[in-house]
T-cell receptor
Framework: DTAVSQTPKYLVTQMGNDKSIKCEQNLGHDTMYWYKQDSKKFLKIMFS???????INETVPNRFSPKSPDKAHLNLHINSLELGDSAVYFC?????????????FGPGTRLTVL | AQTVTQSQPEMSVQEAETVTLSCTYD???????LFWYKQPPSRQMILVIR??????QNATENRFSVNFQKAAKSFSLKISDSQLGDTAMYFC??????????????FGKGITLSVRP
């Protein structure tokens, strides 16, 4: 039933490690996004993909690499984790050509880097 | 670049009363969309209401309505008959209209709303 799902919901790891977050949507949307919510709750876009093609890359360090195996999945891999990467990461999806409908968000993944 | 400003960091309202959350934005675009999202303590981001800039009529979804003033670049959210479950952080968001799929949401800093029993 879940429209946009993310795994894991919580991720605690050491500095320098590599980790991945997975996202899947069953809404039939063709566009998916990653947003970062920092400790002050500010939300900012990181990436978007449309039909597996990278559309938006919002000046994110290249330690972050998104991958979209198909239009229903968008994963986020983070290399060499740093303390400043601690945040909540949200996946979202939408219809690229019906933007007025809005974007639908997953439950978020809280990443804590120690 | 677009900016979204939510100047009130927090508000409180008595259950069953009405509250209005403010939002202003700055853009040179003429065609765009505005949204309010709710983030309860569960962390889930929930779309509350949407407004298309070319529509003059204010959007309404049950107890939620907006006051969209395009010339003033203002987009406030009114919650009527407040319920305890409305306690959450509320984010105002802007999206420029694009012909491709390169849309993105620009968020305000959010406002924390507490509904008192």
């Amino acid at each position: 039933d879940t429209a946009v799902s993310q795994t894991p919901k919580y991720l605690v790891t050491q500095m320098g490690n590599d980790k991945s977050i997975k996202c899947e949507q069953n809404l039939g949307h063709d566009t998916m996004y990653w947003y970062k919510q920092d400790s002050k709750k500010f939300l900012k876009i990181m990436f978007s993909y449309n039909n597996k093609e990278l559309i938006i890359n919002e000046t994110v360090p290249n330690r972050f690499s998104p991958k979209s195996p198909d239009k229903a999945h968008l994963n986020l891999h983070i290399n060499s984790l740093e303390l400043g990467d601690s945040a909540v990461y949200f996946c979202a999806s939408s219809y690229g050509h019906s933007q007025q409908i809005g974007q639908y968000f997953g439950p978020g993944t809280r990443l804590t880097v120690l | 670049a677009q900016t979204v400003t939510q100047s009130q960091p927090e508000m409180s309202v008595q259950e069953a009363e009405t509250v209005t959350l403010s939002c202003t934005y700055d853009t040179s675009e003429n065609n765009y969309y505005l949204f309010w999202y709710k983030q309860p303590p569960s962390r889930q981001m929930i779309l509350v209401i949407r407004q298309e800039a070319y529509k003059q009529q204010n959007a309404t979804e049950n107890r939620f309505s907006v006051n969209f003033q395009k010339a003033a670049k203002s987009f406030s959210l009114k919650i009527s008959d407040s319920q305890l479950g409305d306690t959450a952080m509320y984010f105002c968001a802007f999206m420029k209209h694009t012909t491709g799929a390169n849309s993105k949401l620009t968020f305000g800093k959010g406002i924390t709303l507490s509904v008192r029993p």
